[in-house]
């Protein structure tokens, strides 16, 4: 059974930074695209930033040079810097892992509050 199970969540003050990680229960490897995706409340999930197998990355434009996302395939993590917190950061947090580009996997997500 596939899992992906995100840590790093928090309280964070505008400004600050926190880091996010998921731990995958298959090789890095076998995701051809994992990412980060956030709903805040009342708001449709939203993607984050992905990145591929090949190491292509892709980040929302709302987060471009704020966030950083990173792959350790060899501890089967992926993870997600964020810097420069602002307020409408605040959300669910949720991994994501794609196989075979049509199996969609999805962690059970972690909050994030950054408090103005």
């Known amino acids: 059974q596939v899992q992906l199970v995100e840590s790093g969540g928090g309280l964070v003050q505008a400004g600050g930074s926190l880091r996010l990680s998921c731990a995958a229960s298959?090789?890095?490897?076998?995701?051809?695209?994992m990412g980060w995706y956030r709903q805040a409340p009342g708001e449709q999930r939203e993607l984050v930033a992905t990145i591929s197998n090949g190491d292509r990355v892709n980040y929302a434009n709302s987060v471009k040079g704020r966030f950083t996302i990173s792959r350790a395939n060899a501890k089967n993590t992926v993870s997600l810097q964020m810097n420069a917190l602002k307020p409408e950061d605040t959300a669910v947090y949720y991994c994501?892992?794609?196989?075979?580009?049509?199996?969609?996997?999805w962690g059970p997500g972690t909050q994030v509050t950054v408090s103005s």
């Open positions: 298959l090789t890095t490897f076998s995701f051809n695209t």
């Open positions: 994501y892992g794609q196989r075979g580009f049509v199996y969609d996997y």
